[in-house]
């Protein structure tokens, strides 16, 4: 069990880094969206472009990371959006089996799917040709724009990152369901305020 609770806390550490990177990368991606506006507006009043296709694309390849990054982050501190009526009414032990048998029967196949799925798009991307040969890799087709195959594959990185923790939460539901406390295993606490820096 020693092993098993290593793991939760490690995939834990890897959720919440991934998390703090995906907060700072919000400041990030509003500066060049308000650099863009700006270059936008006064390039056009004084006649010279100030702005190219990299900053656009790069304040759409930071939001994606903002996402891409912050989805194991979300689960781990249960802030998804919930639509329930009935749900917060229930017993931990409750609550623990709903969590448990969702992550193991739903969430965690889902994420293994969006894993496999992804694979050879990405693949493609970064320039595997169909006869399993290499050439270039995918580039944006706007002019000076950024090339795709790298936030592509953080796609991957997300489902990876994100099915660790649905593991992860699945042997926190366990404890739960059998009416443990995360706290006597040195785990945090799963519907906890998520203090933000």
Known sequence: MRIV???VRFIDSVSEVFGQIAM?????????????VLARYVGKAIGVALSTNVFIEL??????????????????????V???????????????????WGNLLFMIPFSVVGIFVTINP???????????SWGAWEMSPDPSGLPRAPIKSMIIVSFVVLT???VAE???SYIIMRGGKLEDYGLEEIHEEVEVH
Do not use: C
């Not at 990405?122 to 399993?132: E, H, K």
């Open 5 to 7: 609770i290593k793991f």
């Open 24 to 36: 700072y990368l919000v400041v990030l991606t509003v500066a060049i969206g308000f650099y863009n």
């Open 59 to 80: 304040q759409w390849y930071l939001y994606s990371l903002v996402f891409f990054l912050g989805f194991a982050y979300i689960l781990k501190h249960d802030v998804n």
């Open 82 to 100: 919930r639509v329930d009526f009935f749900y917060e009414r229930f017993s931990k032990k409750l609550q623990g089996t709903i969590n448990f």
């Open 122 to 132: 990405v693949l493609y991307s970064w320039g595997r040709l169909p006869n399993g």
């Open 164 to 166: 660790l923790q649905f």
């Open 170 to 172: 699945v042997i926190k």
